[in-house]
């Protein structure tokens, strides 16, 4: 069984409260949390997370990633587009039970294609494109906001896409339903060969046991990270501290 061991920020100091991984709940008050995201506003599946708000006009590029087509500026081998395929056919799924209207279904598809259309860009190119607080990032973290930044200067404004972009590999304690999904089905689509039965049991929870599957989903992650001694982000920190708080 896993002590309670500090969470640590790979930005410098040390994250300001401790974690606790062998029960998965915290041993201190939640870390502060931040609304920098003036759109957000409070309204989910279960009436406890953060969902922002939404421009039900779809923008070109958005409507044509949810019929698979990408921007012409998209890096992706056959194997990256077979994963963005499977974690779009996710979530169109989980859209269609959840019964969303039908811009929120394509843009629920969209996010699963866009989510990647940078994962096999060199980092080196990708850092000088993010906004100062991701450059020091990890660079397999970079294509995320890389994404979200391409999508910005091409006018998608949709802030709670371009969140679900931006922090699909790290969380963040902003992120609404769609965000907290993406996250979930990038981890749960069936083509990874890891875990298959316990990932499979997730998938059959999801999607109305969302915020309670990615709660596991997190945990998992961080004890992964924290076993191997890697430094854990301050996003994801803030992220489990949500989460865990919900309950």
Do not use: Q
């Amino acid at each position: 069984m896993l002590g309670v061991r500090p969470a640590r920020a790979l930005y410098g100091a040390r994250a300001e409260r401790p974690i606790a991984l062998a029960s998965w709940k915290l041993t201190t008050p939640m870390v502060p949390r931040t609304r920098a995201n003036p759109d957000m506003r409070t309204s989910n599946l279960n009436g406890k997370s953060p969902c922002l708000a939404v421009n039900n006009d779809l923008h070109p590029i958005i409507e044509a990633a949810a019929e698979g087509t990408l921007p012409d500026w998209a890096t992706v081998s056959s194997a990256r587009r077979a994963h963005m395929v499977r974690v779009s056919e996710l979530l169109g799924a989980w859209a269609d039970t959840l019964d969303l209207s039908r811009s929120d279904r394509l843009r629920w598809r969209a996010v699963g294609y866009l989510h990647d259309a940078l994962r096999e860009v060199s980092p080196d190119e990708l850092r000088p494109e993010v906004p100062p607080r991701y450059r020091s990032l990890p660079g397999r973290l970079l294509h995320g906001p890389a994404v979200a930044e391409r999508l910005r200067g091409l006018g998608v404004h949709d802030s709670e896409l371009l969140a679900a972009v931006t922090y699909h590999t790290t969380g963040h304690e902003s992120l609404g339903a769609m965000a907290r999904a993406l996250y979930a089905a990038d981890f749960l689509e069936p083509g990874r060969t890891f875990s298959r039965e316990w990932r499979a049991g997730l998938r059959d929870r999801m999607p109305t046991e969302l915020d309670h599957v990615t709660r596991e989903i997190v945990a998992a992650r961080i004890s992964h990270v924290v076993d191997r001694g890697i430094d854990l982000l301050p996003d994801t920190v803030a992220f489990w501290n949500v989460l865990a708080a919900e309950g």
